[in-house]
């Protein structure tokens, strides 16, 4: 294949589609709106179920979870009810594709996609974790000289891996000053190193407004509610501040790249409030039968529970340089914190027909305790297996939020029809698509009288499943895609750009109009 582009990914994670609309209309992200009147629009949307923890491992593979394992950051331990925290870049069983360009001699720089880790060899350079939400690895790169010369001119960014510990609730603006600052400084590291060379391959994320989106919504919504605390203290809007930022460092990244550079902009997924009913799901099925209680009720507030949030805070705040020293205490923190352990304070795994395991609080995941693959499965595969999930599925379809009157699940997904592969036994075997519509405090139906508990956690704001992208570059007309593409779709996209094939085995698709 003949090489045709140069070609630039920026993307704003957890970037809310209907946001950037509203404050592009608005004349408030000014660098966007010029990228989307000029550059090739087009819409897409999360893999069903898995969206939130799957997303960029399978964008960065092509791969769904089925051929590709993860789909959350703690998952099952196939033939055991124990769980493991996943890190993916470990734990993904195909390839990024930029080995595939690296190998074919094209030059790359990848900073900071997230859920990836460095790759040995890279021809060019790559970081992780230079300002993250999700931590794993803590910053990295690709040699001792990159890693050197990021310190020494930058800094570590602000933000990186576990921001909920850094929210004070009664000090919203200091958290978004942090993000700010954290927007800033990548502005600078990566107009620096989009300078060094004429690169094939670049990319940044900026993840700022995946931790906004999560800790600032009750600053931007001012209606939402999950308990029934006053609403916060009005201070502007604080996630806005965070979008307006991101604009402004898309402007003066943009304005530096080269007339022959093809730009992909993603917001990948977005956010919206956190109307879930992922906090009362363990209890629905053992009300309902399906799972067992445990055998012994939980224990009181641990002292884990009670240091992960201070020694997280004061891991954030310490300088960069004992950060860089004091990384390996870090991870054993994470393990002691966070051991191997079942997911379920209140679900006994072996002893029901099902359970439920890791994955997202805007689906949640069940796992049948099935014959043959668990342990002390319950369920004989086949058609009791079938009827299991038709009964399971119906009931929870019938669940209402009491306070509304309307349905709280969206709809439920089997895995088997989404994701088959090698890969399959590490899945769970239903998604439950939350309606994302109300608070949820209580719920019931004709099998379940009335079940309530309140949503208490720090986030106020939750993923949602739709994205958007630009495309813009030499040869590429103005308009609207009208087909929405999944993330998939990326990779065997970007690699043909720059004359590069991937294995036939992938599970994405060239996005129609792009590519050699």
């Not at 933000?159 to 927007?183: N, Y």
């Not at 996630?239 to 902009?265: C, M």
């Not at 099925?285 to 209680?293: I, K, M, P, S, T």
Request: aromatic content about 8%.
């Amino acid at each position: 294949m003949e090489r045709t582009r140069k070609v630039v990914f920026l993307s704003v994670c957890s970037g809310d589609k209907d946001l950037i609309a509203q404050w592009t209309a608005s004349g408030d992200l000014p660098a966007l709106d010029h990228l989307m009147r000029t550059g090739l629009v087009g819409a897409q949307t999360g893999l069903p179920g898995v969206f939130v923890g799957a997303h960029w491992p399978s964008w960065i593979t092509g791969c769904h979870p089925g051929k590709n394992r993860v789909h959350s950051w703690r998952q099952l331990t196939p033939g055991s009810y124990d769980t493991y925290r996943c890190n993916a870049g470990d734990h993904m069983q195909r390839p990024p594709f930029w080995r595939y360009l690296s190998e074919a001699g094209r030059r790359l720089c990848v900073l900071d996609i997230p859920h990836s880790r460095i790759l040995p060899g890279i021809n060019g350079l790559q970081t992780v974790e230079w300002g993250a939400h999700d931590a794993a690895y803590g910053f990295q790169a690709s040699t001792p000289d990159v890693d050197n010369e990021i310190r020494t001119m930058f800094g570590l960014h602000p933000v990186s891996g576990e921001s909920d510990g850094m929210i004070d609730m009664a000090k919203p603006l200091e958290f978004r000053d942090t993000l700010l600052r954290g927007i800033r400084m990548k502005t600078a590291l990566t107009r620096h190193f989009y300078a060094k060379e004429n690169w094939d391959f670049f990319a940044q994320v900026f993840t700022e407004a995946h931790c906004g989106g999560h800790l600032l919504w009750n600053h931007h919504d001012r209606g939402f509610r999950w308990d029934a605390a006053p609403p916060p203290e009005d201070q502007g809007d604080a996630l806005k501040d965070v979008y307006v930022a991101i604009d402004h460092a898309l402007g003066e990244i943009l304005d530096g790249l080269r007339d022959d550079a093809t730009i992909i902009f993603s917001a990948n997924h977005g956010m919206g409030p956190k109307y879930v009913a992922q906090h009362l799901l363990d209890r629905i099925l053992v009300e309902l039968g399906y799972a067992a209680r445990k055998r012994h009720p939980p224990k009181p507030r641990s002292w884990r529970d009670v240091v992960d949030g201070p020694m997280t805070w004061g891991w954030q705040h310490l300088p960069d340089a004992m950060r860089a020293r004091l990384t390996v205490l870090r991870d054993l923190k994470r393990e002691i914190v966070n051991p191997t352990v079942s997911p379920s304070e209140i679900i006994e795994a072996d002893a029901g027909q099902v359970f439920t395991v890791v994955n997202n609080n805007a689906h949640g995941a069940i796992r049948v305790n099935l014959i043959g693959r668990e342990p002390q499965g319950k369920v004989a595969p086949g058609a009791a297996y079938e009827a299991l999930l038709d009964s399971l599925t119906m009931d929870l379809k019938g669940l209402m939020n009491l306070e509304t009157g309307r349905p709280i699940v969206a709809e439920i997904y089997r895995c088997d029809d989404l994701y088959p592969g090698p890969e399959r036994r590490h899945l769970p075997d239903l998604f439950v698509q939350w309606s994302l519509d109300a608070p949820v405090n209580a719920v019931g139906s004709n099998r379940l009288p009335r079940l309530e508990g309140r949503y208490r956690y720090v986030r106020s704001g939750e993923h949602r499943p739709d994205g958007m992208f630009i495309v813009k570059g030499p040869g590429i007309a103005p308009g609207r895609i009208a087909q929405p593409v999944r993330c998939i779709d990326f990779a065997p996209t970007i690699t043909r750009m720059l004359g590069v094939a991937l294995p036939d085995d992938i599970d994405g698709r060239q996005i129609p109009g792009l590519g050699g």
